[in-house]
């Protein structure tokens, strides 16, 4: 079983075997087809579509797609990220992180974040000056600020914890 999210709005779940294959357990007349071109030949109840592969993004299991002129993202999930979840170990989980910690020794520069700061993965946090250099430090993941643990001129050793999240 797979299951498909289209645009992160619609949930499909698909079963196929050499035989029948299914979209939400309802039985579906389904064929697919690689062409000369690279695009994809599809029949789908009797429905002929050609699809495109705009992006493919193996490590993420994710395709955009573009039918009929229109573009779709799909993520794809097997059985075994279906297991991970269910044991909450899914990527997700891991991901999650609740501090960011200093590289290296150095100098704060810059604090580009508030408390209760909503921040998005690789968005600036601070900058932290190192032999010379200015690194940004970036956020991990998707996070609120909960406290920030230096100010500008503040001198941070290698593992001090800089930010926290919620």
Same mark, same amino acid.
């Given at each position: 079983?797979?299951?498909?999210?289209?645009?992160?709005?619609?949930?499909?779940?698909?079963?196929?075997?050499?035989?029948?294959?299914?979209?939400?357990?309802?039985?579906?007349?389904?064929?697919?087809?690689?062409?000369?071109?690279?695009?994809?030949?599809?029949? /789908? %109840?009797?429905?002929?579509? *050609?699809?495109?592969? $705009?992006?493919? +993004?193996?490590?993420?299991?994710?395709? =955009?797609? !573009?039918?009929?002129?229109?573009?779709?993202?799909?993520?794809?999930?097997?059985?075994?990220?279906?297991?991970?979840?269910?044991?909450?170990?899914?990527?997700?989980?891991?991901?999650?992180?609740?501090?960011?910690?200093?590289?290296?020794?150095?100098?704060? /520069? %810059?604090?580009?974040?508030? *408390?209760?700061?909503? $921040?998005?993965? +690789?968005?600036?946090?601070?900058?932290? =000056?190192? !032999?010379?250099?200015?690194?940004?430090?970036?956020?991990?993941?998707?996070?609120?600020?909960?406290?920030?643990?230096?100010?500008?001129?503040?001198?941070?050793?290698?593992?001090?914890?800089?930010?926290?999240?919620?």
């Amino acid at each position: 079983m797979y299951k498909a999210t289209v645009n992160n709005n619609h949930l499909f779940e698909l079963e196929s075997n050499q035989n029948t294959s299914s979209v939400n357990q309802t039985q579906v007349d389904f064929d697919c087809k690689m062409l000369p071109s690279g695009e994809y030949h599809i029949l /789908l %109840d009797n429905t002929s579509l *050609v699809a495109k592969a $705009v992006h493919i +993004d193996r490590n993420e299991k994710k395709v =955009e797609l !573009m039918i009929e002129g229109k573009t779709y993202s799909v993520k794809l999930e097997d059985d075994f990220d279906l297991l991970l979840t269910r044991m909450g170990m899914d990527a997700s989980a891991s991901q999650k992180v609740s501090e960011v910690k200093s590289p290296m020794p150095g100098l704060v /520069l %810059d604090v580009k974040v508030e *408390v209760g700061q909503s $921040v998005t993965k +690789d968005d600036a946090l601070m900058v932290l =000056e190192a !032999m010379k250099m200015e690194n940004v430090i970036a956020a991990p993941g998707d996070a609120v600020i909960a406290s920030i643990e230096v100010s500008p001129q503040d001198k941070v050793d290698k593992n001090q914890v800089l930010i926290r999240f919620e």
